[in-house]
C-alpha cells in the first residue's frame, strides 16, 4: 500500500559520526528520516520557505526543461529501503496527439523531494518504507514546535 506524506521538516539528525542533514516526512501517522547531503537539504528548505534563488538550480533547470519539452511530473515515490539506502521514482508524463505518454524514472530520494516541493506534486511513500524506517512522531524533536524546522 502506498501512502501521501509530506515534508515536514529539513534539519540535522543524529548519526554515527555526527549530525547529518536529513528530510523528515510524514506518512501514515509516522516521521520518515531521510539522510541527504547538506547542499541537497538547503535546496530542499529554501524551496520550502519559498526563497527565491540567483539563478535556476539544477531541480528548477530540470523541471523547466521538462516543462518546455511538453511533460510534467505527476509524482514522486520513495518506494524501496534496501541495506540502509533509500530508493525513489520520478513519474511523469507528456501527450502526443493528445494522448499520454507515461514514463518512470529512477532517482535518488533528496532529487526527487527537491522536485517536489519546487512543483507541490504527491510525495508518496510505501508500506514497506514507513514500516522499516518510519518513526513516532514523539520521537523526532523540532527546535520550533512540533512540526517546524527540524
Known amino acids: 500500500m502506498e501512502h501521501e506524506a509530506e515534508v515536514v521538516g529539513v534539519g540535522a539528525g543524529s548519526a554515527p559520526g555526527g549530525d547529518v542533514p536529513a528530510v523528515i516526512l510524514s506518512a501514515r501517522g509516522e516521521y520518515v528520516p531521510i539522510f541527504v547531503s547538506a ?62 505518454e507515461r514514463f518512470v524514472f529512477d532517482a535518488r530520494p533528496s532529487d526527487a523531494l527537491a522536485i517536489a516541493v519546487r512543483i507541490d506534486c504527491p510525495i ?21 514546535g512540533p512540526q517546524g524546522g527540524a
Open 124 to 144: 508518496i511513500v510505501s508500506d514497506a518504507v514507513i514500516d522499516e524506517a518510519g518513526r513516532p512522531q514523539d520521537s523526532i524533536r523540532f527546535d520550533d
Open 39 to 100: 547542499d541537497q537539504a538547503q535546496s530542499i528548505g529554501m524551496a520550502l520557505e519559498g526563497e527565491p534563488f540567483d539563478r535556476p538550480l539544477t531541480h528548477d533547470l530540470l523541471v523547466d526543461i521538462l516543462t518546455e519539452f511538453g511533460g510534467a511530473i505527476d509524482r514522486v515515490r520513495v518506494d524501496d529501503l534496501r541495506d540502509g539506502t533509500f530508493y525513489a521514482k520520478v513519474d511523469a508524463e507528456r501527450y502526443e496527439n493528445g494522448e499520454p
